[in-house]
């Protein structure tokens, strides 16, 4: 009875902690970008560079630029993910982008290069672009009757979209702004512009409550809760309820539900970007440059929205409403269970059985890296904290490999957007290559010579070549059919 107090105690400090500092910032914008994306882009833009007959020489590149430029987590690029792949992009370069993205993305590898050393960097780099245009080519050969089908529906579906109007434009970019602005760690965002006390003498004793409940444990993985989390935490539940009402019927007109929804998410997500601190007998609050770009780009989102017609927009909360059913609930679900799992497994365990470049310590890393979520970036000092004691550089580089990309809440998420069988797929290959990537470059740490290292990875370009030749000629046979 006590394992299963403490495993359900685990998953909902999990789960609180991920809501608190996880879900705003980074997923909201998210949903918005997703729905914007299905409801508003004609798919003839989407289809233009990651399409199914899109030449591989064009999607594959541009699907894993598009990831390098965005710095989210593996539950946040699945809602994009899921926007593109519904509008028309090739299984194979959506599936590039989602894994890319995560892992690839500069401030990732910048983050890996301070950290961890620029061999880590250029290691993570290559062989995640390697391996992300490989996989992406793998399940587009395997799925290509899928692809086609999945093509086919897109058409029926967003056939009277022509062209994208400069208000949907405008919404869109507006859209990525406050994604960048909410998440990025640079300068302005994280200065201190100005700060304020409220006499709130209860803030510090709520505090200390809040990390009683919901310890902070970093080598689990564990934040614990804030003030400030537990503040957004009851905002997300009142976001809830008001969207159930206000979105569920969102085709039919607007009501006051939906506008409240809307407002209290604004809200959310201005208080999100402040600092809020108890200190002795008051609460500091502090005005950051990430706020104001939060606010000025929200402003931005509702401009140009406003000039959407009625149809369209109600249209765009429509879909992002259901990617928020589709998703969310499944990604609550995740975080429950990695809490519990985090409860059982101990580091030192990895620590132990990952501290030589063999394949089972690839695979225990890649393991690791499902069960043990940490969010974007954390994972690179936690990977340092592992590398001082003791694991291995292989099985550290398979873990930074599979960390960002399969956790398990977004292998929930992923499946309820391109179906299990794809997702299991999916999943197989990403551990395989997480695991073949390690032990290469633990290889190389190990003394493996240039030369060997380079035939290695030109038969691994060779063989990805040919495999896009062949892909390439059957879309080429198909589409002359």
Not at 121 to 130: Q, T
Not at 201 to 205: F, L, P, V, Y
């Given at each position: 009875m006590e394992l299963v107090l403490q495993l359900l105690s685990g998953g909902a400090g999990s789960l609180a902690s991920y809501l608190a500092a996880h879900v705003l910032l980074c997923l909201l914008p998210a949903f918005f970008i997703a729905g914007a994306m299905t409801a508003l882009i004609p798919k003839a833009s989407v289809t233009r560079w990651l399409g199914r007959t899109t030449p591989a020489y064009v999607s594959y590149p541009a699907a894993a630029l598009a990831g390098s430029l965005i710095a989210v987590c593996s539950c946040t690029i699945v809602p994009l993910f899921a926007g593109i792949y519904r509008k028309g992009a090739g299984i194979g370069p959506a599936v590039t982008f989602l894994f890319f993205a995560p892992a690839g993305n500069i401030m990732a590898l910048a983050y890996t290069g301070s950290i961890l050393g620029p061999d880590f960097?250029?290691?993570?780099?290559?062989?995640?672009?390697?391996f992300g245009i490989g996989i992406g080519v793998l399940m587009a050969m395997i799925f290509w009757r899928d692809d086609a089908s999945h093509d086919a529906t897109t058409d029926t579906l967003f056939a009277d979209k022509a062209n994208i109007t400069p208000a949907a434009l405008g919404v869109l970019l507006a859209l990525v702004a406050l994604l960048i602005a909410g998440t990025l760690k640079l300068w302005p965002l994280t200065t201190s512009v100005v700060s304020f006390a409220l006499p709130l003498?209860?803030?510090?004793?709520w505090q200390a409550t809040l990390f009683r409940w919901v310890p902070f444990d970093a080598s689990k993985g564990g934040e614990g809760v804030s003030f400030q989390g537990s503040m957004l935490i009851a905002l997300l539940l009142l976001i809830a309820g008001a969207a159930w009402k206000g979105l569920e019927n969102i085709i039919e007109g607007a009501n006051r539900w939906t506008w409240l929804a809307l407002g209290l998410t604004a809200t959310t997500l201005l208080v999100a970007a402040l600092k809020i601190t108890p200190v002795t007998g008051a609460l500091e609050i502090v005005l950051t440059g990430r706020a104001i770009g939060v606010a000025l780009t929200l402003w931005l989102t509702w401009h140009f929205a406003r000039q959407l017609p009625a149809d369209d927009w109600h249209a765009w909360l429509w879909e992002a409403w259901r990617f928020v059913k589709q998703i969310f609930v499944l990604l609550i679900v995740g975080v429950f269970v990695v809490g519990m799992v985090r409860q059982i497994i101990r580091p030192e365990w990895i620590e132990a059985l990952a501290g030589s470049n063999t394949l089972l310590a690839n695979a225990v890393a890649v393991g690791f890296g499902v069960f043990m979520y940490f969010p974007t970036l954390v994972e690179v000092p936690v990977a340092r904290m592992f590398l001082d004691l003791g694991m291995h550089p292989g099985p550290l580089l398979a873990y930074l490999m599979a960390d960002p990309e399969l956790s398990f809440q977004s292998m929930l998420m992923v499946a309820a957007v391109i179906g299990r069988t794809k997702t299991t797929a999916y999943v197989v290959m990403v551990a395989l290559f997480s695991i073949f990537a390690g032990l290469?470059?633990?290889?190389?740490?190990?003394?493996?010579?240039?030369?060997?290292?380079a035939m290695t990875l030109g038969l691994f370009i060779s063989v990805l070549a040919g495999a896009l030749a062949l892909l390439r000629r059957r879309q080429h046979a198909i589409t002359s059919n």
């Open positions: 960097a250029i290691a993570r780099l290559v062989l995640c672009l390697l003498s209860w803030a510090e004793t290469l470059y633990g290889a190389w740490v190990d003394g493996l010579g240039w030369g060997t290292l």
